[in-house]
């Protein structure tokens, strides 16, 4: 078995697995609802696409972390694990990222476009969807300690030709 | 020269330099500003975190991309090119998909939590944010080609050796 599937990857992969499949669960099972002038409001992780895309993102990182441990030594994908893991790596990225932008408008709002927080009004759902984020960035920290330590395994000799 | 500095990331570096520097320029000159119900409301990227950090990060990945086509190609640093190389194509990720999240609240709304579109209030502010983004997406995938080109310069021979 060679180093970029050894045990250090398959632990970070599993943490990633876990983390992942938390994140999701929290964010989809987030939901909360306020009575605003006679106006019922009902928070929930669907009502905005960022968020959305947080779910779906996480989920397919979820599912790939799985099959890669499941993934016999001997496959030809492991040809391409260094592209999947970057790819996999920007997805978290760029889903955690627009999850973030969103969040912060809920908890702050925005005075000049006058866009109201609303996190006073759906507490319950602010603390969920906060806290599912945190997972989310530990996912997305562990896969790019992934990604670095993958990244060294397999350059090592490449460094010192390059210089 | 070795491949992983030659003309083809030469190349790909000068049009992400040109690209991200495109993106800074249009996104910190969007301006505009409208009236509405006696108050004046001025529009621009300053006004918002996301676009903020947009700014911040695009002009990080500028300066960088000019560092490394002005490198020597005997410098140490090339032996971290391809870590620095996907750290900024984290952050042009990172920033883009925040601030687009943003520009489709603007855009857009979004009717459950009471956030109006803001777009038809300053059209030319959010002409010239969404050509930025519009940049901005071309610097990413610019910067995604570099990074799996690299990869595929550095691992040629580490492929045989995992399968």
Not at 8 to 15: A, K, N, P, Y
């Amino acid at each position: 078995m060679s180093k970029i599937n050894g045990i250090g990857s398959i632990v970070l992969r599993t943490v990633a697995l876990i983390a992942s499949f938390v994140a999701v669960v929290v964010m989809c099972t987030a939901h909360d609802t306020a009575q605003v002038f006679n106006l019922k409001f009902e928070a929930k992780f669907s009502n905005s696409p960022s968020f959305k895309y947080f779910v779906i993102a996480y989920g397919v990182v979820c599912c790939y972390s799985l099959a890669i441990i499941l993934l016999p030594t001997k496959s030809l994908f492991w040809r391409f694990i260094l592209i999947l893991d970057t790819v996999m790596t920007l997805l978290l990225t760029s889903s955690f990222s627009a999850a973030m932008a969103i969040a912060y408008v809920g908890k702050k709002g925005n005075s000049h476009a006058g866009w109201l927080p609303i996190c006073g009004q759906v507490p319950k759902f602010c603390d969920q969807s906060t806290a599912a984020l945190v997972v989310g960035f530990v996912t997305v920290i562990v896969y790019f300690v992934l990604l670095v330590y993958s990244l060294h395994v397999a350059l090592g000799p490449f460094y010192s030709v390059n210089s």
